[in-house]
């Protein structure tokens, strides 16, 4: 295994080097891989680095570990995320044609809430993707998602478009899984109202979304929608 000297932590190249040779039938489904004592040494660094990486796979569902046994291939490696309707198909459903514009993609240190959101080192980076989304092109939605670096890093890379990010992040071996909502009304300020095309102080639904592969968070967003576009209805019972 070779490991490349640049900003990626040598955890991660870990992961992904795992990842590569589970992808190219290296590592087959239920085989044990070397132990983390060999990993250290194949890779040159300490048995503390390989079990990081180690265990992030194992809550990414990507290996299991066996009581007395070790480290193999997760026999059920194929979760998929769960079927949500995306606000793309809800504007389609609509009868409107739906479309995303990326306004700024760049690589930042983020501020400490998106640090712990992301579970990240106080000295790991993320890339952030900003998005209008239009609905027969007019404005409707503003999109700020945060992705770690080291996971996906050729995003930088790429042009992205309404379902790009999480392809991408599928084809890296981080399969989304499951997501955490958190979304109320709030009033639009100046940013926001400029974005959306809006009155200033004009309500608007605010989302706040971390989608995880397994239990290790991968997206972190804030989702802003104009109030008059959508309707949220719950039952209750």
């Given at each position: 295994?070779?490991?490349?000297?640049?900003?990626?932590?040598?955890?991660?190249?870990?992961?992904n080097?795992?990842?590569?040779?589970?992808?190219?039938?290296?590592?087959?489904?239920?085989?044990?891989?070397?132990?983390?004592?060999?990993?250290?040494?194949?890779?040159?660094?300490?048995?503390?680095?390989?079990?990081?990486?180690?265990?992030?796979?194992?809550?990414?569902?990507?290996?299991?570990?066996?009581?007395?046994?070790?480290?193999?291939?997760?026999?059920?490696?194929?979760?998929?995320?769960?079927?949500?309707?995306?606000?793309?198909?809800?504007?389609?459903?609509?009868?409107?044609?739906?479309?995303?514009?990326?306004?700024?993609?760049?690589?930042?240190?983020?501020?400490?809430?998106?640090?712990?959101?992301?579970?990240?080192?106080?000295?790991?980076?993320?890339?952030?993707?900003?998005?209008?989304?239009?609905?027969?092109?007019r404005?409707?939605?503003?999109?700020?998602?945060?992705?770690p670096?080291?996971?996906?890093?050729?995003?930088?890379?790429?042009?992205?478009?309404?379902?790009?990010?999480?392809?991408?992040?599928?084809?890296?071996?981080?399969?989304?899984?499951?997501?955490?909502?958190?979304?109320?009304?709030?009033?639009?300020?100046?940013?926001?109202?400029?974005?959306?095309?809006?009155?200033?102080?004009e309500?608007?639904?605010?989302?706040?979304?971390?989608?995880?592969?397994?239990?290790?968070?991968?997206?972190?967003?804030?989702?802003?929608?104009?109030?008059?576009?959508?309707?949220?209805?719950?039952?209750?019972?």
């Open positions: 295994m070779k490991l490349e000297n640049n900003d990626i932590p040598i955890y991660y190249q870990i992961e080097l795992i990842r590569d040779k589970i992808e190219n039938s290296e590592y087959a489904t239920g085989e044990k891989i070397p132990s983390e004592r060999e990993l250290g040494e194949i890779c040159g660094v300490s048995r503390m680095t390989v079990r990081k990486a180690l265990d992030n796979l194992v809550n990414e569902g990507v290996l299991e570990r066996r009581e007395r046994q070790g480290t193999f291939v997760a026999r059920d490696n194929l979760n998929q995320f769960p079927t949500l309707v995306g606000v793309s198909e809800y504007i389609e459903s609509e009868g409107m044609k739906a479309n995303i514009k990326v306004i700024n993609k760049e690589l930042i240190k983020p501020d400490k809430s998106i640090t712990k959101n992301l579970n990240l080192n106080s000295d790991e980076k993320v890339i952030l993707v900003e998005r209008l989304i239009l609905a027969d092109k404005v409707c939605g503003f999109e700020q998602s945060y992705i670096y080291p996971i996906c890093p050729e995003l930088l890379e790429v042009e992205i478009d309404q379902k790009s990010i999480y392809a991408m992040l599928r084809k890296n071996g981080h399969k989304p899984t499951k997501a955490k909502d958190q979304t109320s009304a709030i009033l639009s300020n100046d940013k926001l109202s400029r974005l959306l095309q809006i009155d200033t102080k309500a608007i639904l605010k989302n706040i979304r971390t989608s995880f592969s397994k239990d290790r968070p991968i997206v972190y967003s804030y989702n802003y929608y104009s109030g008059e576009d959508f309707v949220m209805t719950r039952m209750v019972f």
